[in-house]
């Protein structure tokens, strides 16, 4: 007895009313956020999401979504070679434009890492300090080193 032949996905989606004209512009979007993906992460320049294409057909502008504002101006300084990059692929964009969702971010890279609590200083330092806090007159300074040296020792 044989298999039964299984149907690409696209075929079944294409029957539900209403998602089958859509697939097409699905298909391109994905295609896209694909080809600006290989781009950024050659470049390290974290997860950057396009939002949609927008102009007319003589001068097609990309809309591209970013989570910070540092990582706007990188990429809208490296907007030439990404042009350039996409086509290369076949994408024909004129223009990109970046703006900044804040708080967005790639879940696939998880939350930045713990870094390890700084050792402080050993107690013959603090003593060390303490000594010199009471060689001092009062003032600024002495006030400085008197807060540094509670810091270090926990009061």
């Known amino acids: 007895m044989s298999?039964?032949?299984?149907?690409?996905?696209t075929n079944w989606l294409s029957d539900i009313d209403g998602l089958g004209p859509?697939?097409?512009?699905?298909?391109?979007?994905?295609?896209?956020?694909?080809?600006?993906?290989?781009?950024c992460r050659a470049r390290r320049m974290g997860a950057v999401w396009?939002?949609?294409?927008?102009?007319?057909?003589?001068k097609p502008r990309l809309l591209l979504v970013v989570g910070m504002q540092?990582?706007?101006a990188k990429l809208k300084n490296a907007a030439p070679s990404l042009l350039e990059h996409l086509r290369l692929e076949g994408w024909n964009f004129h223009d990109v434009q970046v703006r900044v969702k804040y708080g967005v971010g790639d879940p696939a890279w998880g939350p930045a890492?713990?870094?390890p609590p700084?050792?402080?200083l050993k107690p013959e330092q603090v003593e060390g300090w303490e000594r010199l806090a009471g060689e001092l007159d009062d003032g600024p300074l002495r006030d400085s080193v008197l807060r540094l040296v509670r810091h270090h020792r926990g009061l």
């Open 22 to 39: 859509m697939l097409p512009s699905v298909d391109r979007l994905i295609s896209l956020q694909t080809a600006v993906d290989r781009f």
């Open 113 to 115: 890492p713990e870094h």
């Open 70 to 72: 540092a990582q706007a």
């Open 50 to 58: 396009v939002r949609e294409t927008v102009g007319i057909a003589l």
């Open 3 to 9: 298999r039964p032949r299984a149907l690409p996905l």
């Open 118 to 120: 700084k050792p402080g």
